[in-house]
């Protein structure tokens, strides 16, 4: 194994303005949004903990209390659960404060992914870090992020996750331009489009919410200009970085993966993933799966 700093630190950002959620984000953030009983962005800080990262900077914007709030103890309600015997209830409610070592940076103004990354610097130093997008779930049977540490730890710079989608999709996503390294589930990105015009995509691997960075994406952060809808783009800076040589902290691998993602981030994605949830987990299958069905023979 290569020589380089490996990581510890994981940096959930959580300030955006969710618009396409609206009016459910009007004073929620949409991180907070329930997936069956647990709010997502708890499943997030969940998955970087089970790849070894429970120093955790989760970087906040304009209703943040929730998010705080849930991260912490809820010393009245867990006496009230205490009083009454409720011991599987008093668990779940600690669990969430006892996950991880969770620090919060206010990104005042939410001018993209990018600026929300650079709010970190503080925080994160001069080390490798994982970003985790607080919208983004990842299934715990595929881990995504302890593989791309991997990577970073072997091959140094900094590393992505790509998913294949039907080329008709590729032109609403950030898309990678890829060669292969010799592992199967590893590429060179050689080059990223924002949003391809149909037609000219230069692969079907487009970017997913998990982000392994050298901390060299800061300076090159503080000198990406605004990019598409005026935002900082995290891409943009990337895109810098697959071009920048290993010697000045460039470098840029993929990870085509190929496992179970589920975004929370719009309303019919959202729908799927709790439906799905539901399906899969013990205590509710049994009712909900024979619900479901008798439900869609209801429907025209
Ligand atoms: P999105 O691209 O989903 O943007 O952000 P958004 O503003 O949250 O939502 P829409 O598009 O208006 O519905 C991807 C991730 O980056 C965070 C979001 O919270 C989300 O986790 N983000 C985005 C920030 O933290 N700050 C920003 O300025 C923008």
């Known amino acids: 194994m290569a ?15 969710g618009t396409r959620f609206l009016p459910a984000t009007k004073a929620t953030p949409k991180e907070m949004l329930p997936v069956v009983d647990k709010p997502a962005i708890q499943y997030v800080v969940e998955e970087a903990v089970s790849a070894g990262l429970d120093d955790v900077l989760l970087i906040t914007g304009r209703s943040k209390r929730s998010i705080e709030d849930h991260f912490d103890r809820a010393y009245e309600l867990e006496e009230a659960l205490a009083a009454k015997d409720e011991t599987e209830r008093l668990a779940q409610v600690r669990e969430s404060s006892e996950l991880a070592h969770v620090e919060y940076v206010r990104q005042g103004d939410p001018k993209g992914l990018g600026h929300a990354v650079s709010c ?7 080390e490798p870090f994982a970003v985790l997008l607080g919208d983004d779930l990842i299934d715990p049977r595929d881990p995504l992020l302890t593989r791309m540490i991997e ?5 140094g710079g900094s ?19 890829i060669t292969p390294t010799g592992e199967d589930d590893v590429v060179t990105v050689t080059d990223l489009v924002e949003k391809p015009v149909p037609g000219s995509a230069p692969s079907r691997w487009i970017i997913i919410g998990r982000y392994v960075c050298d901390p060299a994406v800061f300076e090159v952060l503080r000198n990406t200009p605004p ?8 891409t943009d800076a990337l895109k810098t970085l697959a071009k920048t040589s290993p010697a ?9 993966f190929r496992g179970r993602r589920y975004d ?3 309303k019919l994605d959202y729908l799927r993933t709790l439906v799905q949830f539901a399906c899969e987990r013990s205590d509710l299958a049994q009712e909900i799966v024979p619900w479901l069905r008798k439900y869609l023979d209801t429907l025209p």
């Open 3 to 17: 020589d380089h700093a490996t990581v510890k630190k994981a940096v959930i950002p959580a300030a955006g303005l």
């Open 120 to 126: 970190a610097e503080y925080h994160v130093g001069n």
């Open 159 to 177: 590393v992505v996750a790509l998913m294949e989608v039907d080329p008709e999709q590729v032109s609403q996503y950030g898309c990678a331009a």
């Open 264 to 266: 929370t981030g719009n």
């Open 151 to 155: 990577v970073r730890n072997a091959r």
């Open 227 to 234: 990019g598409r809808g005026g935002e900082i783009q995290l």
């Open 248 to 256: 000045d902290g460039g470098g840029v691998y993929g990870i085509l």
